[in-house]
């Protein structure tokens, strides 16, 4: 079709330079007739050009042309007709996108590179108020709560952020996608923090509860170990000691465990040394076993700010579990810099653990081995405890294990809790 338009261009130019040409034989001036026919082509294409151009600026019809003209302005119109298609389907499908998006019943907010907003949902307005004006202002100067502003400049966003604003508790996710943009899912999980928050105190009043009758029942079973008795039933007394000890353990453990559970993000901590407290705890712990061999490895001196008997806690838990379970008895700390902070670590030599049992033991009450948690005891909280006071501190617990070759448990302080000394 293109050729034949082309053709038929040519030809046009050509009849009406013959015509030119025959006007100029008859009158004896040929040069002076071809001449003016080739004037008469370029002026009936100049007002077809026009006319185009008149069209192109949507100030007349389209040319009614058969040359190369009329062929594009048909190819345009063609193209336009397919392009307005193209876009009334993709705006429909962007309509029932944002439909789908305005009935979720997460907030949903879409950030640009810098964090500005670019649109958000109904349920965002909900949760956090927002307003139709507000599209345009940074996420930040909307959403003030300290947590979300270390989140959000941390710019680690692999975990969500659970925090608390206007009596309401959300969860945060953030996703990046695309050119750079971030797309922010908020969760109402207020109902799910309620529910939580009796299972703990449930838990904290019964493990009160029980200290009592395991005061009592561990002072009897004291003074009957100090009689003479017969050996069936010492034995007996000796199982019903062990057993109270052990549940002494879980119940102390457990209310620990809810005291950190419940205790508030927003507290103050303070600034303390830590190379004070890991001697300290090595010296507490130097008797745990008659083979045990406990050192400090690094010459890094600095305080960190947070709360000292959580951090007592995390390394008391996992010094004694590389006592229990490091079959030499050998335990290293080691406390050194690395690029987001201060990093302690403790690693024993002990049989490992299995790759699949790693992710899963900060679980309640988790064992690796049922059989020799029996013989070695505790309560299977110590890692719950640790994670949980962790989190205090802005820290995870990092696990490294291979079977036969020890496991190291590590954490960093981040930068901004930490200082020189």
């Given at each position: 079709?293109?050729?034949?338009?082309?053709?038929?261009?040519?030809?046009?130019?050509?009849?009406?330079?013959?015509?030119?040409?025959?006007?100029?034989?008859?009158?004896?001036?040929?040069?002076?007739?071809?001449?003016?026919?080739?004037?008469?082509?370029?002026?009936?294409?100049?007002?077809?050009?026009?006319?185009?151009?008149?069209?192109?600026?949507?100030?007349?019809?389209?040319?009614?042309?058969?040359?190369?003209?009329?062929?594009?302005?048909?190819?345009?119109?063609?193209?336009?007709?397919?392009?307005?298609?193209?876009?009334?389907?993709?705006?429909?499908?962007?309509?029932?996108?944002?439909?789908?998006?305005?009935?979720?019943?997460?907030?949903?907010?879409?950030?640009?590179q810098n964090g500005h907003i670019t649109t958000f949902n109904g349920a965002a307005v909900r949760m956090l108020r927002l307003r139709k004006d507000d599209a345009g202002q940074h996420i930040k100067n909307l959403i003030r709560a300290p947590q979300f502003v270390r989140y959000?400049?941390?710019?680690?966003?692999?975990?969500?952020?659970?925090?608390?604003?206007?009596?309401?508790?959300?969860?945060?996710?953030?996703?990046?996608?695309?050119?750079?943009?971030?797309?922010?899912?908020?969760?109402?999980?207020?109902?799910?923090?309620?529910?939580?928050?009796?299972?703990?105190?449930?838990?904290?009043?019964?493990?009160?509860?029980?200290?009592?009758?395991?005061?009592?029942?561990?002072?009897?079973?004291?003074?009957?170990?100090?009689?003479?008795?017969?050996?069936?039933?010492?034995?007996?007394?000796?199982?019903?000691?062990?057993?109270?000890?052990?549940?002494?353990?879980?119940?102390?453990?457990?209310?620990?465990?809810?005291?950190?559970?419940?205790?508030?993000?927003?507290?103050?901590?303070?600034?303390?040394?830590?190379?004070?407290?890991?001697?300290?705890?090595?010296?507490?712990?130097?008797?745990?076993?008659?083979?045990?061999?406990?050192?400090?490895?690094?010459?890094?001196?600095?305080?960190?700010?947070?709360?000292?008997?959580?951090?007592?806690?995390?390394?008391?838990?996992?010094?004694?579990?590389?006592?229990?379970?490091?079959?030499?008895?050998?335990?290293?700390?080691?406390?050194?810099?690395?690029?987001?902070?201060?990093?302690?670590?403790?690693?024993?030599?002990?049989?490992?653990?299995?790759p699949e049992h790693i992710n899963r033991l900060t679980e309640r009450f988790y064992r690796v081995d049922e059989s020799r948690e029996s013989e070695i005891g505790g309560s299977g909280l110590g890692l719950s405890i640790v994670k949980h006071a962790l989190e205090h501190h802005d820290a995870t617990l990092q696990i490294d294990s291979a079977e036969g070759e020890g496991s190291t448990f590590s954490f960093v302080i981040p930068s901004f809790r930490v200082r020189q000394v």
């Amino acid at each position: 079709m293109r050729q034949g338009a082309f053709q038929r261009e040519v030809f046009r130019i050509i009849i009406i330079c013959a015509l030119g040409l025959a006007a100029g034989l008859s009158v004896g001036e040929p040069l002076f007739g071809l001449l003016g026919g080739l004037i008469v082509s370029q002026i009936i294409s100049v007002r077809i050009a026009t006319t185009l151009y008149r069209w192109a600026h949507r100030q007349g019809e389209a040319p009614q042309d058969n040359g190369l003209v009329g062929y594009s302005a048909d190819r345009l119109v063609l193209r336009e007709k397919n392009l307005k298609n193209r876009l009334l389907k993709q705006a429909t499908q962007l309509q029932r996108y944002s439909q789908g998006i305005e009935s979720l019943q997460d907030g949903v907010i879409i950030l640009d590179q810098n964090g500005h907003i670019t649109t958000f949902n109904g349920a965002a307005v909900r949760m956090l108020r927002l307003r139709k004006d507000d599209a345009g202002q940074h996420i930040k100067n909307l959403i003030r709560a300290p947590q979300f502003v270390r989140y959000f400049d941390k710019a680690d966003y692999s975990e969500p952020l659970q925090f608390d604003i206007r009596m309401l508790s959300l969860q945060l996710q953030i996703t990046e996608f695309g050119l750079e943009q971030k797309v922010m899912l908020i969760r109402d999980v207020t109902e799910k923090k309620r529910v939580e928050t009796m299972r703990q105190n449930f838990i904290a009043d019964v493990s009160h509860e029980l200290r009592t009758p395991l005061t009592v029942i561990n002072g009897y079973l004291e003074m009957f170990t100090g009689m003479d008795t017969p050996a069936p039933m010492a034995r007996a007394l000796e199982q019903m000691e062990s057993q109270s000890r052990r549940m002494t353990g879980i119940v102390n453990d457990l209310i620990e465990l809810s005291k950190l559970e419940s205790a508030s993000s927003e507290r103050s901590g303070e600034w303390f040394s830590i190379n004070t407290l890991c001697h300290e705890i090595v010296d507490q712990l130097q008797s745990y076993r008659e083979d045990s061999h406990l050192r400090i490895n690094g010459k890094v001196k600095a305080e960190i700010e947070g709360f000292p008997q959580e951090m007592r806690s995390v390394l008391t838990n996992l010094i004694t579990n590389a006592l229990k379970y490091g079959d030499d008895g050998d335990v290293m700390i080691s406390l050194e810099h690395s690029l987001k902070g201060l990093k302690i670590s403790v690693r024993d030599h002990g049989a490992g653990i299995p790759p699949e049992h790693i992710n899963r033991l900060t679980e309640r009450f988790y064992r690796v081995d049922e059989s020799r948690e029996s013989e070695i005891g505790g309560s299977g909280l110590g890692l719950s405890i640790v994670k949980h006071a962790l989190e205090h501190h802005d820290a995870t617990l990092q696990i490294d294990s291979a079977e036969g070759e020890g496991s190291t448990f590590s954490f960093v302080i981040p930068s901004f809790r930490v200082r020189q000394v």
